[in-house]
C-alpha cells in the first residue's frame, strides 16, 4: 500500500475571550489535520498541536514529497528516514536535486510536529488495512479510561472565584477529576486559590495541578508544601523550562506530592533522562505535538519499565488508544470539558469516542475511529 499524497490542514478556531496560562496568551483553538492518501484508495488522518501553523503545515507538505510512494505499513522506516533529515548527512549541506538539507535548528520543533502528524496518520491507515483500531493492534482491549477536565485559565479579569465556579462545572458534568492552571498569581495567593478550589470540588475528586512552568525551585518548594493538604494529585511542569532532571530530583525530595512532566519535550531521549532520574511519576508526552503515535509508543514503553505512570498531554482521541493498551501504567487522558476553551475538537471530529461519566469510551471502528466533518475544516481553515 504505497503512498500517493500528503495535505495539511491548518486550522484555527477563535476563543470567545482570551485566556492566558502562566506562560502564554491563547486567542485561538489551532490544530494541523493531516491526510495520508494511498494507491489502495485507503486515507489515513493525522493531528498535530503546534505552532506556527503555516510553518507546520508546509513541513508536512516537504516531507511529504520525501516518502511518496513509500509502504505506508512501514511506519519504522520511514519514521527514521525523517528524522534523519534532521542531522547532517554526507555531502548533504548543499542541497540541490534528491538531496534534502540539512533542518536548520531552528526548525527542529516545527519539523518534530509535522514528522508526527505524518506518523499519526500511518497508524490511522495501518488499523484501517487490519480492519481494527489501533489499540487493538496494540493488544489492548476495549475498557473505559479514566480522564479529567482541564481548565483554571486566567482571563483578563481573572478571580479565585472565577477558577471555582469553572471547576464546579466540570463536576456538574460529571468529571471525577480536574486540572487547574496555576502560576499566574503571586505564590500565596495560588496556595489560596489551591485551597478554594478543592473546597468547592471536595474531597473525593481529584486535583492535579499544573504551574506551566512557573517556578524556579526555591518558590515552588514553597509552593507545593503550601498546598501538599490538598490531596494533589500531580505538579505538572512545575519547574522553568531551563532546569533539568537534576533540578526535578531536588524538588521531589522535598515535597510529598508527585511530579509530572514531558508535554513540552520533543523526541525520547530527553524523555528518557526525566524517567530514569526517578523524580517524575507521571509521564505527559505528547505525540501529537511532536514526533508521533511511533515515539509515544517508545516513551510510554520506558516509562512502564520505571513504573511512571502514562498520562498523556491532549488529544485523547489519539493517547486513549495508547492508554488502554498499557494495563499497568496507562492511567488516564486529558479533556477539555468546556467546548468554548477548545471548539476545534469539538466540532472537527465526528463520532470516535464519547465522554461519560469521567470516562473516555473508544469506539470500535479501524484506525484510531476518527471521521472528520469537512465543513467544519472549510470553516476553520487558515
Request: charged residues 25%.
Amino acid at each position: 500500500m504505497k503512498i500517493t499524497e500528503i495535505r495539511a490542514h491548518a486550522l484555527s478556531a477563535p476563543l470567545s475571550e482570551p485566556l492566558w496560562t502562566a506562560q502564554e496568551a491563547l486567542k485561538d483553538s489551532g490544530l494541523i489535520l493531516v491526510e495520508v492518501e494511498t494507491d489502495e484508495g485507503l486515507t489515513g488522518y493525522g493531528e498535530i498541536k503546534g505552532a506556527p501553523l503555516k510553518a507546520i503545515a508546509d513541513w508536512v507538505v516537504r516531507l511529504g514529497e520525501v516518502i511518496k510512494g513509500a509502504d505506508s505499513l512501514a511506519h519504522e522506516i520511514i519514521w527514521n528516514r525523517l528524522f534523519n533529515l534532521t542531522v547532517p548527512r554526507p555531502r548533504a549541506m548543499f542541497g540541490g536535486e534528491g538531496v534534502f538539507a540539512p533542518v536548520a535548528r531552528s526548525s527542529r520543533p516545527q519539523v518534530m510536529a509535522a514528522i508526527g502528524g505524518i506518523d499519526i496518520a500511518l497508524w490511522d491507515l495501518k488499523g484501517k488495512a487490519a480492519r481494527m483500531p489501533v489499540y487493538k493492534l496494540l493488544g489492548g482491549e476495549q475498557r473505559p479510561i479514566f480522564t479529567y477536565s482541564t481548565g483554571g485559565y486566567y482571563p483578563r479579569d481573572a478571580t479565585i472565584t472565577t477558577a471555582v465556579e469553572e471547576m464546579k462545572s466540570f463536576v456538574a458534568k460529571g468529571y471525577l477529576a480536574v486540572k487547574l492552571k496555576t502560576g499566574g498569581f503571586s505564590v500565596d495567593e495560588e496556595i489560596e486559590r489551591v485551597a478554594a478550589v478543592r473546597e468547592a470540588i471536595g474531597r473525593d475528586i481529584l486535583l492535579m495541578i499544573d504551574n506551566n512552568a512557573a517556578y524556579g525551585l526555591n518558590d515552588c518548594v514553597r509552593f507545593s508544601r503550601g498546598i501538599e493538604k490538598y490531596d494533589i494529585t500531580w505538579l505538572e511542569e512545575p519547574l522553568h523550562w531551563h532546569l533539568q532532571p537534576r533540578d526535578y530530583v531536588q524538588l521531589a525530595a522535598e515535597t510529598r506530592i508527585p511530579l509530572s512532566h514531558g508535554e513540552r519535550e520533543i523526541h525520547r531521549l530527553t524523555v528518557r533522562d526525566f524517567i530514569e532520574c526517578g523524580a517524575i511519576k507521571y509521564l505527559q508526552f505528547d505525540s501529537t505535538r511532536a514526533a508521533g503515535f511511533t515515539e509515544g509508543l517508545r516513551v510510554a514503553q520506558l516509562a512502564e519499565q520505571h513504573g511512571v505512570f502514562v498520562v498523556p498531554h491532549h488529544s485523547p482521541e489519539i493517547h486513549g488508544h495508547l492508554v488502554v493498551a498499557m494495563p499497568e501504567v496507562g492511567y488516564c487522558v486529558e479533556s477539555h470539558g468546556s467546548d468554548t476553551r477548545d471548539p476545534l475538537r469539538h466540532e472537527l471530529y465526528v463520532g470516535g469516542m464519547r465522554m461519560r461519566d469521567g470516562y473516555l469510551h473508544l469506539g470500535d471502528k479501524p484506525g484510531f475511529g476518527l471521521e472528520i466533518d469537512w465543513k467544519a475544516v472549510e470553516r476553520f481553515k487558515v
